[in-house]
């Protein structure tokens, strides 16, 4: 949503929630007017506020959009107050409108989006019965059954016929209430096979909102004007249980990440583990177990062929600096030693010599960082080097370590191809967890054919 759609937006509830202001100081048929001048504008641009929040918030989810909608439709309820028949004809029939809306935002909370099936069906039926299910009894109802004797003229009545009108309004009192009972039981058998972690945004949307819909129920069947004053009471607390809900509904799917982000580090964890045992027993240990068979081999030699023993030594001593070679390196890939002993900067001079791809590195002062801090810094420069190396066909590549109020930032740019994708492949999702359980930020920036850039950013205290 544009900044200019948002004001319009704006601009748009506020002369409606004016307009229904002026209706009520105006109305020649309630005697609450001061109560409906604030309450109705009120709940209007409550709804429309915190939708537009949340519509913000959470674009990917339409309960945003169906907020704003219902307050708009609860200003049609505004018409009712009308001292013109027309539009207080056109508000007894499609002010209930915001019902229907409200019916679609509870059935489709949190995504916005029904379901395919019964919950379609229900919302229909909701739009019909909150509006047009009232023209049958109106099409024979007077002041008195309507409940307003000052009233406009109602412009449906064809024939005055109170047992006609009161079955109509029956009628419309019994669709209420078997509508109310068909999403009760739906909403409670859907709440019952919610994981419990996901409840916590159900809970208080349904609560209230059912709430809300019996209260409607009870006035519409005739419990009098405390049902209605309730319900309306209900219905301006709707807005902040589906806020809470929302941000439940954020809370949980970020304890989700935060799982699935622990079950992605103890995967990588095994997963690096499996693969030091590969390389320890393939490489140095093979190498060990055939420096042991030379010395073996020398030693037998020594008796009878003594002439033999400088060869075979001088090949044990190969083999011996060829592995102490390899467990540097791997011991490197563990944890450098060079960034424990000399700090960030000459770690990343040492990890940027050993790469195909020419670098260029750019890093602030000598100043060192705090152990976490630099080695998360390190190993993302690490892994980007890597995939520069590996995937990018890239010529140069860049590095800048700089840090900038209380945060340190990591950027790594090539000019390869592009079009890398974070959420494929383990090291760009295992650098993410490490970033992240240091609570900082990740973003990757690959349009395709130009270039890659990662850009991290780490909170550090001053040292």
């Known amino acids: 949503m544009t900044a200019a759609q948002t004001r319009a937006i704006v601009v748009a509830a506020l002369l409606s929630g004016v307009a229904v202001v002026f209706l009520a100081?105006?109305?020649?048929h309630n005697d609450a007017k001061d109560?409906?001048?604030?309450l109705a504008p009120t709940v209007?641009?409550?709804f429309i506020g915190t939708g537009l929040y949340a519509w913000r918030r959470r674009p990917d989810s339409r309960v945003g959009a169906l907020m704003v909608l219902q307050g708009f439709a609860w200003y049609l309820s505004g018409l009712s107050l009308a001292n013109s028949a027309l539009p207080y004809t056109f508000g007894q029939i499609f002010g209930g409108l915001w019902g229907g809306v409200f019916l679609q935002l509870v059935l489709s909370f949190p995504s916005g989006r029904l379901r395919p099936g019964l919950d379609r069906v229900l919302v229909w039926a909701g739009y019909l019965i909150f509006t047009v299910a009232s023209v049958p009894a109106m099409l024979f109802a007077?002041?008195?059954?309507l409940g307003c004797d000052d009233c406009p003229a109602n412009l449906l009545l064809i024939r005055h016929d109170p047992d006609l009108a009161n079955a109509g309004l029956a009628l419309q009192a019994a669709l209420y209430a078997v509508l109310f009972v068909i999403v009760l039981v739906r909403l409670?058998?859907?709440w019952r096979r919610t994981p419990t972690l996901e409840r916590l945004q159900l809970t208080p949307v349904y609560f209230c909102g059912l709430l809300?819909?019996?209260l409607v129920t009870a006035a519409q069947s005739g419990a009098g004007d405390a049902a209605w004053w309730a319900a309306f009471a209900a219905t301006a607390l709707l807005p902040f249980a589906f806020l809470a809900g929302l941000l439940r509904s954020h809370v949980a799917v970020l304890v989700e990440e935060l799982r699935a982000s622990r079950a992605r580090l103890v995967e990588a964890s095994d997963t690096e583990r499996r693969r030091l045992e590969r390389d320890l027993h393939d490489g140095a240990q093979a190498r060990l177990v055939a420096l042991a068979m030379l010395l073996g081999h020398a030693q037998g030699r020594a008796r009878d062929e003594p002439e033999a023993v400088p060869a075979l030594l001088d090949e044990a001593m190969s083999e011996l600096r060829?592995?102490?070679a390899e467990l540097r390196e791997l011991a490197r890939g563990i944890h450098p030693a060079m960034l424990t002993e000399r700090g960030l900067g000459p770690a990343l001079n040492d990890l940027a010599a050993r790469v195909p791809v020419p670098v260029t590195l750019a890093t602030e002062g000598d100043q060192r960082l705090p152990g976490p801090v630099a080695i998360a810094a390190?190993?993302?420069?690490s892994e980007a080097l890597a995939n520069v190396a590996k995937y990018a066909q890239a010529t140069e590549a860049t590095v800048t370590v700089r840090r900038s109020n209380g945060r340190v930032i990591v950027d790594v740019a090539d000019d390869g191809i592009g079009g890398a994708d974070p959420s494929y492949g383990s090291g760009l999702r295992g650098l993410a967890d490490r970033v992240g359980a240091l609570d900082g930020t990740l973003s990757v920036d690959s349009p395709p054919g130009a270039g890659t850039r990662l850009h991290i950013e780490l909170p550090c205290t001053t040292r």
């Open 212 to 214: 809300a819909f019996l």
């Open 25 to 28: 100081l105006g109305t020649d």
């Open 44 to 46: 209007g641009w409550t």
């Open 142 to 145: 007077g002041p008195d059954e």
């Open 188 to 190: 409670a058998l859907r």
């Open 322 to 324: 060829t592995s102490l």
């Open 35 to 38: 109560v409906w001048a604030v």
């Open 378 to 381: 390190y190993f993302a420069v």
